[in-house]
């Protein structure tokens, strides 16, 4: 278990989580566009509205508005794959709850919604290796593919002038903690991931 963070990163980390909650909200909005069990669907209409909900709250919480987008991302349109993808980003999103939380406990009910995102997701992908095959197998490629990319997207949520005397605990704790929940589940056999140089820290 890492340790709470000082006050003075407080800030930092409400401006990453509005951030995460920003583009948590239009890859939802963009999942709902794509071919979704019927269960899924109702999950992800009321999930666009309680990221809504956060999204507001932190705006008013830093006198700041979100970048407002104009068309919706691209998500994967294969469900096998776009159920690892909404899980793996539903994960980073819980670990950066828990370090607000740590810093705010008065935001503890936004750490309980995650933790029912990463539930719900979890599920899914648990249902979709029960069945083995060629989409469970198609799942656990793209969790490998989705692991690669996760080291470069944690330096820039921990790139601030306040996190960098925690910079690797930090990094390490988070990835860590993705790699825990993938094992878990049964998207990767074992062994931790490739870690990037911290250097990308900076430049990313």
Same mark, same amino acid.
């Given at each position: 278990?890492?340790?709470?963070l ?5 800030r930092?980390?409400?401006?990453q ?5 920003a ?5 939802v ?8 069990p +019927?269960?899924?669907?109702?999950f992800l209409r009321r999930?666009?509205e309680?990221?809504?909900?956060h999204?507001k ?14 068309a919706?991302?691209?998500?994967p ?5 776009? #159920?690892?993808?909404?899980y793996?980003?539903e ?17 503890s ?16 992908v648990?249902?979709i290796l029960?069945?083995?095959?060629p989409a469970?197998?198609g799942?656990?490629? #793209?969790?490998?593919a989705?692991?690669?990319r996760?080291?470069r997207t ?9 996190? #960098?005397?925690?910079l690797?605990a ?5 990835l ?9 589940v ?10 990037? +140089?911290? #250097? ?5």
């Amino acid at each position: 278990m890492i340790q709470p963070l000082p006050s003075t990163c407080e800030r930092a980390i409400l401006e990453q989580f509005l951030k995460a909650e920003a583009m948590a909200l239009w890859a939802v909005r963009s999942a709902q566009a794509q071919d979704v069990p +019927p269960g899924v669907l109702q999950f992800l209409r009321r999930h666009e509205e309680e990221e809504a909900q956060h999204l507001k709250q932190f705006e008013q919480l830093l006198g700041t508005s979100s970048h407002g987008k104009t068309a919706l991302p691209r998500v994967p349109s294969q469900w096998r794959v776009l #159920a690892v993808h909404l899980y793996g980003y539903e994960t980073l999103g819980l670990e950066f709850a828990k370090l607000l939380v740590g810093l705010r406990p008065d935001l503890s009910s936004i750490m309980d919604d995650e933790a029912v995102h990463v539930g719900f997701f979890e599920d899914e992908v648990r249902a979709i290796l029960v069945h083995g095959g060629p989409a469970a197998e198609g799942s656990r490629q #793209a969790a490998e593919a989705w692991r690669k990319r996760l080291p470069r997207t944690v330096d820039r949520y921990l790139h601030d002038e306040s996190l #960098a005397p925690f910079l690797v605990a930090l990094r390490q704790h988070i990835l860590d903690a993705v790699d825990a929940r993938f094992m878990a589940v049964g998207l990767v056999a074992g062994g931790k991931g490739e870690r990037t +140089p911290l #250097a990308t820290a900076a430049s990313g």
